[in-house]
C-alpha cells in the first residue's frame, strides 16, 4: 500500500492535507501517516486527521512513498521518498543537489504550469487569492476612517480611495474585496490585458502609455520586466496618482526574480497622512521602499498566517489533485509519467539526478 506521510511545518501555519483530503486519499487507496500537530495552528486538531482514517504519530516518514509538505523540509529524508509542496525552487542554496543526492523525488508545486488541466493543482493562484482578499481586510483595518460612502443626517463620509497595482491573481482579488467593502478603486499593471479584467470589477486602469503596454505582453501571461522609458514615464503617472490615494496594495511580481521597485521613497513621501500601503510583494523583497511620516507601510512576510484554515483547505486540495495524476490507482503505486507536461513543470529531481529544464545544471 502507498503511504503517504503529511509533514509539520516549522514556520507557517498552513499544512499540506486537511481531514477532507485525508478521506478522499484512504478513499484512493492510499495509507495516510500525519506528524502530530501538523494541523493545529489551521484548526485542525490530530483528532479530526484520525477520524478521517489516517495514523496520527511519530515516524510518519517511515516507510513512506511520498510525503506533503507546506514548506521545503531541509532535514535528511528517506530514499525514494517523493516529496512535493512549496520547496522554493529559486532558493540559492544546494537543496536541489542534496535531495538528488539522497534519491529523494522532489516535485515544486510553484512551479506548476498554469495550463487548464493544472488549474485545480495551481498553488499560487488559491494562495494569492486569498493573500489579495486579507491585504485588503488588513488595510482596511489599519486605516482609521472608513471604507465606503455613507450619507448621514449628520453628513457625508466620502469613499476610501483604494489603488491596487499588479492585477494578477492577488491584484485582481484585492480589487473585488475592496469594491464590495464600498471603495473606489483604480489599478495598474504592467500587462495590457490586465486592463479589461479591471474594468470588469469595476475598477479604473491607470497607465501612462497603452500603446507601449500593448507592445510588452509574452505568450504564457506573465509580465516581462518593462522598458526603461515605460517604467520612468508610469512611475511619474503613478507618483501623481497616489499623492491623492487612502489605501494602496502592491502585488507585484516577476516569476524567479526579486519583486519589481514600484514605490520608492519620493513617491512614498508624496502620499497623504493617513493613508495606509500593504505591501504584499514584502517576502520578496518587496515593491515599496522606505518609511514616511504619517503613512502605515505595512509588510507582511506571509499574510496567510492570518487565514490559516482557509488557506490550507485550498492548497490541501491541490496538492491531491496533483497526488492523483502521480498515482496509479490500478497498481496501487506512484507513477509520475516524466513526459507529462505538469511532472515535467514541477519535478526537480528523480532517481537521483537533478531533471528540470530551468533548474538542473548543463549536463557535461
Ligand atoms: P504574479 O503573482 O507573478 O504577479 C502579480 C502581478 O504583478 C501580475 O499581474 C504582473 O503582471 C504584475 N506586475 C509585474 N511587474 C509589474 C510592474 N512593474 N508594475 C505593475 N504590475 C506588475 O502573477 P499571477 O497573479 O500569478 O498571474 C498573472 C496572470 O497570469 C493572471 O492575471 C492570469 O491572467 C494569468 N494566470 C493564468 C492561469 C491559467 O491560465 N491557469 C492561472 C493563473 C494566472
Known sequence: MTKIAV??????????????????????????????????RAGLPDSAYEAAGAT????????????????????????????IGLLDPYAEDDRAARWAEGGVDAYAMELVPRIT????????????????????????GAYGRAFPMMMTAAGTVPPAKVF????????????ATAKRLGAVVSATDVRYAAKEQVESLGGTFVTADLEAMKAMETKGGYAKEASED???????????????????????????????????????SGMKPGSVLVDLAAPRGGNVEGEAEGVTVVRPQNILEGLPGEASNLYARNLLSFLTLIYDKETGALKA?????????????RNGERVHERFAPPRT
Open 117 to 140: 488541466r493544472a488549474q485545480s493543482m495551481d498553488v499560487l493562484s488559491s494562495q494569492a487569492n486569498l493573500a489579495g482578499y486579507k491585504a485588503v481586510i488588513d488595510a482596511a
Open 56 to 83: 496520527v504519530g511519530g515516524g510518519a516518514l517511515d516507510g513512506a512513498d511520498a510525503a506533503l509538505v507546506v514548506e521545503a523540509p531541509l532535514g535528511p529524508l528517506p530514499r525514494g521518498l517523493a516529496v
Open 164 to 175: 491596487v497595482m499588479g492585477a494578477g491573481v492577488a491584484g485582481l482579488q484585492a480589487i
Open 337 to 349: 509519467d516524466p513526459e507529462d507536461e505538469i511532472v515535467r513543470g514541477t519535478q526537480l529531481t
Open 7 to 40: 509533514l509539520r511545518a516549522g514556520g507557517d501555519a498552513r499544512v499540506a492535507a486537511t481531514p477532507d483530503t485525508v478521506k478522499k486519499m484512504t478513499a484512493l487507496g492510499l495509507d495516510v501517516s500525519v506528524e502530530p500537530g501538523a494541523g493545529a
Open 230 to 268: 515605460f517604467q520612468k514615464k508610469q512611475a511619474e503617472h503613478v507618483k501623481a496618482h497616489l499623492a491623492k490615494m487612502d489605501v494602496v496594495i502592491t502585488t507585484a511580481l516577476i516569476p524567479g526574480r526579486p519583486a519589481p521597485k514600484l514605490i520608492t521613497q519620493d513617491m512614498l
